[in-house]
C-alpha cells in the first residue's frame, strides 16, 4: 500500500500567527458582547465565529493545503447552513 499524500507541515511562526488572529476575534466578539449593537447583536456574533471558524478550518483541518474539492464541499455546506439559518430568523423575526 502506498502512500501518495503529502503531509504539510505549519510552521511555529505560522501556528503563533493563528493562534494571536483567534484571540483578537475572541477579543472582539467579548467586545462586541458588551456592546448594545441590538439587532445586530446576532450577526455580529455569527460574523465573528465565522470568521474564527475559517482560521480553523484553513490551518489546523489543513483545507488550505488539500484537495481543492473539500474546500468546495465546506464552502457548499456552509451556504446551505446559512440559507437555513437565515430561514429560521426570518420566521422568528416575523412571529
Known amino acids: 500500500m502506498s502512500d501518495n ?5 505549519v510552521s511555529y511562526k505560522t501556528n503563533i500567527i493563528i493562534w494571536i488572529v ?15 449593537l441590538q439587532s445586530l447583536t446576532v450577526f455580529t456574533a455569527l ?15 489543513h483545507l488550505k493545503f488539500d484537495n481543492k474539492i473539500l474546500g ?3 464552502i457548499i455546506t456552509m ?3 446559512s440559507v ?10 416575523n412571529r
Open 72 to 74: 468546495f464541499f465546506v
Open 22 to 36: 483567534l484571540l483578537i476575534f475572541t477579543g472582539l466578539t467579548v467586545g462586541a458582547a458588551q456592546l448594545n
Open 47 to 61: 460574523l465573528l465565529a465565522t470568521i474564527k471558524g475559517t482560521v480553523v478550518a484553513l490551518y489546523f483541518m
Open 5 to 9: 499524500h503529502q503531509h504539510h507541515i
Open 84 to 93: 437555513t439559518l437565515l430561514l429560521v430568523f426570518l420566521d422568528y423575526g
Open 79 to 81: 451556504i446551505i447552513f
